[in-house]
Antibody, heavy 119, light 110 residues
Framework: EVQLLESGGGLVQPGGSLRLSCAASGFTFSTYAMTWVRQAPGKGLEWVSSVGRSGVDTYHADSGKGRFTISRDNSMDTLYLQMNSLRAQDTAVYYC????????????WGQGTLVTVSS | QSVLTQPPSVSAAPGQRVTISCSGSASNIGSRSVSWYQQLPGRVPKLLIYDNNKRPSGIPDRFSASKSGASATLGITGLQTGDEADYYCGAWDNSLGAGVFGGGTKLTVL
């Protein structure tokens, strides 16, 4: 069974940093692109970042460019999202998702981790 | 304002058919595959349709989708109260070099 377990969320002050982690199991992690999607309270889905299978190719939404960095460790089957210079608008549930938003779709979602940016 | 445009809400009676539209542009839907996601109240989103019209295993054939030009449509037949959810379309955007979602459509089964 595919499982994605996010961790690292919490309360952080504006301007602070957090690193989200996503431990993957139940599939060959290194053969899939991986994605972070977020959802602000009461709002819709927002694509945040994707990383290719090897970790070389990374993509970020404009909202996170220069502040967010997606990465992966295929030896540890783990996906990361380093978030710096956090803003109140970054408050959301962050989902770790298997796949990319392309042809095969985002096929398995983690339970999400809540990030709250507030003073 | 989302790059992909969906109606905020649709409604229909149990047993009826409903469609949800998703309008984009040549740089996203017009040239890339569309996927659809269902988010039941208080739940995690789930992949409903990928590659424009394909259903993952376990998704009933009451759910279907199509694409024409820069627009896509999700159809649900034999509506059930359990289908009440938010539905999102998604695609890659070549111009942005990023993924994009529609704003979501809330389906109410009256």
């Amino acid at each position: 069974e595919v499982q994605l377990l996010e961790s690292g969320g919490g309360l952080v002050q504006p301007g602070g940093s957090l690193r989200l982690s996503c431990a993957a199991s139940g599939f060959t992690f290194s053969t899939y692109a991986m994605t972070w999607v977020r959802q602000a309270p009461g709002k819709g889905l927002e694509w945040v970042s994707s990383v290719g299978r090897s970790g070389v190719d990374t993509y970020h939404a404009d909202s996170g460019k220069g502040r967010f960095t997606i990465s992966r460790d295929n030896s540890m089957d783990t996906l990361y999202l380093q978030m710096n210079s956090l803003r109140a608008q970054d408050t959301a549930v962050y989902y770790c998702v298997k796949g990319g938003i392309g042809e095969a779709g985002l096929d398995t979602w983690g339970q999400g981790t809540l990030v709250t940016v507030s003073s | 304002q989302s790059v992909l445009t969906q109606p905020p809400s649709v409604s229909a009676a149990p047993g009826q058919r409903v469609t949800i539209s998703c309008s984009g542009s040549a740089s996203n839907i017009g040239s890339r595959s569309v996927s659809w996601y269902q988010q039941l109240p208080g739940r995690v989103p789930k992949l409903l349709i990928y590659d424009n019209n394909k259903r993952p295993s376990g998704i009933p054939d009451r759910f279907s989708a199509s694409k024409s030009g820069a627009s896509a449509t999700l159809g649900i037949t034999g509506l059930q109260t359990g289908d009440e959810a938010d539905y999102y379309c998604g695609a890659w955007d070549n111009s942005l070099g990023a993924g994009v979602f529609g704003g979501g459509t809330k389906l109410t089964v009256l």
